[in-house]
T-cell receptor, first 114, second 113 residues
Framework: GAGVSQSPSNKVTEKGKDVELRCDPI?????LYWYRQSLGQGLEFLIY????????KSGLPSDRFSAERTGGSVSTLTIQRTQQEDSAVYLC????????????FGPGTRLTVT | QKEVEQDPGPLSVPEGAIVSLNCTYS??????FMWYRQYSRKGPELLMY????GNKEDGRFTAQVDKSSKYISLFIRDSQPSDSATYLC?????????????FGKGTTLSVSS
């Protein structure tokens, strides 16, 4: 079956602009996760959705970051007023409700803020 | 001390060698231990997961967990050039949805033919 898809694959934006990153999880996976992978920093958890609700937003690095999920499927991560330190690969993963140890990742969106 | 430590390498081996990749951790609550493989400019791909202590084998790959030492390993037998990638260990304390995985920084492996 189809895996996790993300778009765009690459995004170059100017400092101060807003960007939207999209994730389409595996069909039937109700849990959706966003991570950020920065050079030399490893994967950093950002936010988790169960269905359309986000009970855990603790990983969002600032109030410029927000995310939503509609219809229990597609999720959008929005970064407002982008800064150069936001440059990273943004990864989305999905899992079944009781299998969070089996998270399946998409290919990521490589964000470059100039 | 970070929760999960992983030597970044790089690790270079000839084709056919046995590769040992390792992680240490500090949180004794971790019960699920995963290994992901990440090719350049791709997302992480789940290779194996292990619950609690013990060994798990899948083809050329063997995962070992020693909870008493807070040490996990991934062994790759008969390594191939296609195994060249970054290997990430990941851990979690629960299986319920919403449990964020805690990752090591990854070890870069290069297998030469």
């Amino acid at each position: 079956g189809a895996g996790v898809s993300q778009s765009p694959s690459n995004k170059v934006t100017e400092k101060g602009k807003d960007v939207e990153l999209r994730c389409d999880p595996i069909s039937g996976h109700t849990a959706l996760y966003w991570y950020r992978q920065s050079l030399g920093q490893g994967l950093e958890f950002l936010i988790y959705f169960q269905g359309n609700s986000a009970p855990d937003k603790s990983g969002l690095p600032s109030d410029r970051f927000s995310a939503e999920r509609t219809g229990g499927s597609v999720s959008t991560l929005t970064i407002q007023r982008t800064q150069q330190e936001d440059s990273a690969v943004y990864l989305c993963a999905s899992s079944t409700p009781h299998g969070s140890y089996e998270q399946y990742f998409g290919p990521g969106t490589r964000l470059t803020v100039t | 001390q970070k929760e999960v430590e992983q030597d970044p390498g790089p690790l270079s081996v000839p084709e056919g060698a046995i590769v040992s990749l390792n992680c240490t951790y500090s949180n004794s609550a971790f019960q699920y231990f995963m290994w992901y493989r990440q090719y350049s400019r791709k997302g992480p791909e789940l290779l194996m997961y292990t619950y609690s202590s013990g060994n798990k084998e899948d083809g050329r790959f063997t995962a070992q967990v020693d909870k008493s030492s807070k040490y996990i390993s991934l062994f790759i037998r008969d390594s191939q050039p296609s195994d060249s990638a970054t290997y990430l260990c990941a851990m979690s304390a629960h299986s319920q949805a919403g449990t964020a995985l805690i990752f090591g920084k990854g070890t870069t492996l290069s297998v030469s033919s």
